[in-house]
T-cell receptor
């Protein structure tokens, strides 16, 4: 297994501002992902964070709104830009370990509320 | 279309009772199926993972079954405890392509005293 540290755990933000969420893993990982979980809904994949290159975004998500960085194998950030109340969600980091492929482990999530 | 359907949407049971959650999927090509438990405000935690050839997998009081022919899975919880109150999410992994994980919407289980 792996210890995934995600922070902040929660935040309340004003409309129009941006928030950067960090994800740090204590093991070597192959893949890192960012998900969004809106209230009462299941998880939706935002993007795959690629080390040293641009993230791969899913349909409906764009880099200008959700810029992602992954400078090394064990760290990634997701920024929610120019926030609106519709961005209020739980944002989750997920990883796939080198030693346990095909199993995704999730961080505790960041609960974001936008006023 | 790749989909995972879970039922019931929500369930309330008395502490100590058993319950079974259902998952039907239309995902292909199939790689594996997982059940996750997600406590309120937390990230999902894996309970079981089953590949095509596995019919049953247990993890303590949790027992998952898989019928790859009918594309159905169930999660049985025995002797429920208050701490079992959570959302249970069925996730199917595709063997290829982008967006490899297909998530169900989950079953919200409430265990009451």
């Amino acid at each position: 297994s792996a210890v995934i540290s995600q922070k902040p755990s929660r935040d309340i933000c004003q409309r129009g501002t941006s928030l950067t969420i960090q994800c740090q893993v204590d093991s070597q990982v192959t893949m890192m992902f960012w998900y969004r979980q809106q209230p009462g809904q299941s998880l939706t994949l935002i993007a795959t964070a690629n080390q040293g290159s641009e993230a791969t975004y899913e349909s409906g998500f764009v880099i200008d709104k959700f810029p992602i960085s992954r400078p090394n194998l064990t760290f990634s950030t997701l920024t929610v830009s120019n926030m609106s109340p519709e961005d209020s969600s739980i944002y989750l980091c997920s990883v796939e370990l080198i030693l346990a492929k095909n199993i995704q482990y999730f961080g505790a999530g960041t609960r974001l509320s936008v006023l | 279309k790749n989909q995972v359907e879970q039922s019931p949407q929500s369930l309330i049971i008395l502490e100590g009772k058993n319950c079974t959650l259902q998952c039907n999927y239309t995902v292909s090509p199939f790689s594996n199926l997982r059940w996750y438990k997600q406590d309120t405000g937390r990230g999902p935690v894996s309970l079981t993972i089953m590949t095509f050839s596995e019919n049953t997998k247990s993890n303590g009081r949790y027992t998952a079954t898989l019928d790859a022919d009918t594309k159905q899975s169930s999660l049985h919880i025995t002797a429920s405890q208050l701490s079992d109150s959570a959302s249970y999410i069925c996730v199917v992994t595709r063997n290829s392509g982008n967006t490899p994980l297909v998530f169900g919407k989950g079953t919200r289980l409430s265990v009451i005293a």
